[in-house]
């Protein structure tokens, strides 16, 4: 969780120093409930603009980029989504 928590930290700094137009509102953290079906929300929601830089907060693979598919993610918008950790990397 330590480990979660400093990478959070970091992509929010290391993404305000990119950023062009001031602070970035986060719509819904992880984790948080989500207002949509059951659950929780597996990932961070950052509003900026486009053409905004994103920068990861340590090395992985992009998964995916682009609009949400409706049969397996849910919510909408343009988005990233970054694979930082292997199962086999995890002990």
């Known amino acids: 969780m330590k480990k979660i928590s ?3 930290l970091l992509a929010v700094f290391l993404a305000s120093s990119c950023a062009t137009h001031g602070p970035f509102y986060v719509g ?3 984790g948080a409930a989500v207002p949509y079906g059951e659950g ?3 990932g961070i929601d950052f509003d900026i603009s486009i053409g905004t830089p994103i920068i990861a907060c340590s090395d992985g693979e992009i998964i995916y980029i682009g609009e949400p ?3 397996e993610r849910d919510g909408g918008g343009i988005f990233v989504e970054i694979s930082h950790v292997r199962w086999r990397d995890v002990a």
């Open 69 to 71: 598919d409706a049969k």
């Open 40 to 42: 929780r929300h597996p």
């Open 28 to 30: 819904i953290p992880y």
């Open 6 to 8: 400093f990478c959070l």
